[in-house]
């Protein structure tokens, strides 16, 4: 598309709401501003990423020191979690122990 071709485009094509760019972006306070042909794929990405949420929460979630959660970046994928989430886990589901093995 030729930039003549955009400005022609009605704005509103263009705005993704807020919830839409802070599920994208992670970030409330972020508006984004996506091509309408995105707008399908970015839904697809989303659903894709819920449907393999379990799987990677089983697969790919690493312990860290901090407390909370928070993205692991350095796979790409699931969380890394502290002692407090492990606890609170154990708590809600009364388990007393959490073994997990890890390949070296």
């Not at 692991?72 to 407090?84: E, I």
Request: with cysteine; aromatic share 4%.
């Amino acid at each position: 598309m030729t930039l003549d071709g955009l400005a022609s485009l009605p704005r509103a094509d263009y705005a993704v709401n807020l919830s839409n760019a802070a599920a994208s972006s992670g970030s409330a306070s972020r508006r984004a501003l996506v091509h309408p042909a995105m707008r399908a794929r970015m839904a697809e990405v989303e659903r894709r990423e819920a449907a393999l949420r379990p799987i990677n929460s089983a697969l790919w979630n690493d312990p860290m020191r901090a407390a909370g959660t928070m993205h692991n970046k350095h796979r790409g994928t699931g969380l890394l979690f502290g002692a407090d989430v492990v606890r609170g886990f154990c708590e809600r589901t009364g388990v007393a122990l959490v073994l997990r093995s890890h390949e070296q």
